[in-house]
């Protein structure tokens, strides 16, 4: 039986693919114009998070990894996946703490998104995280991570110049200052991400 989507007509629909991350779904489609086509969907399983740790002298904790869909190394900001039945926070402080060791006394959301809305239904929650305690991480067995601790106006001039490309990190860095430069984060932390700032090229605090 066909449904609408929107101004879209699904004629038919199929499991091309599924796995336990990932759903690929086949639809038999007519077009908004009325022609005929098809709409490949990745579903996920799992909720997207992400975290920014802010240390108490201004730096921030990456995590470096080969990624295999682009056969490349990324350094990214702490992320991971969040299950069916676990509260997004609860998953962005867990992979905090198995991918750096890092426990939060503080965290706040910085937002929400979805990371590609024409051929995934991928959606994140991140957040900003300080009052950071040391401990030992415990990455899954299929992650080789490394640990990588800069200053945060480091990652913001690392993100400047395309060295970091992740989209996820690069949304929560962006994101966070622009709340520190509204005023719409607490003191503390707003502080340590202005005092980031100062001193690039073309940013106004």
């Known amino acids: 039986m066909s449904r609408q989507n929107g101004p ?3 004629n038919d629909f199929t499991t091309g693919y599924e796995n336990p ?15 005929d086509g098809i709409y490949g969907i990745v579903r996920f399983a799992n909720l997207a998070t992400g975290v920014l740790p ?16 682009f056969d490349a190394y990324s350094w990214e900001l702490p992320e991971g996946g969040c299950p069916k039945g676990e509260a997004p926070e609860a998953a962005a402080l867990r ?12 965290i706040l959301p910085l937002g929400e998104a979805q990371l590609s809305n024409s051929v995934t239904d991928e959606y ?10 040391a401990g030992k991480a415990a990455p899954d067995a299929d992650e080789i991570l490394e640990q990588r601790r800069i200053p945060l106006s480091v990652l913001i001039a ?4 395309g ?7 690069i949304l929560m860095v962006e994101r966070a200052v622009l709340k520190a430069q509204l005023a719409l984060l607490p003191e ?17 605090t």
Do not use: C
């Open 8 to 10: 879209w007509q699904i």
């Open 54 to 69: 802010l240390f108490e002298d201004g730096t921030t904790m990456l995590v470096g990894q080969h990624r295999f869909a």
């Open 188 to 204: 503390r932390p707003r502080d340590l991400i202005l005092s980031a700032l100062k001193g690039l090229p073309g940013v106004s």
């Open 21 to 35: 991350w990932i759903r690929v779904e086949h639809n038999e489609v007519t077009r908004p114009d009325g022609s």
């Open 124 to 133: 994140a929650y991140y957040y900003l995280a300080w009052g950071l305690e």
């Open 163 to 169: 060295e970091v490309t992740d989209a996820l990190t």
């Open 95 to 106: 992979e905090l703490r198995e991918e750096t060791g890092l426990t939060a006394e503080h």
């Open 158 to 161: 690392e993100i400047l110049a």
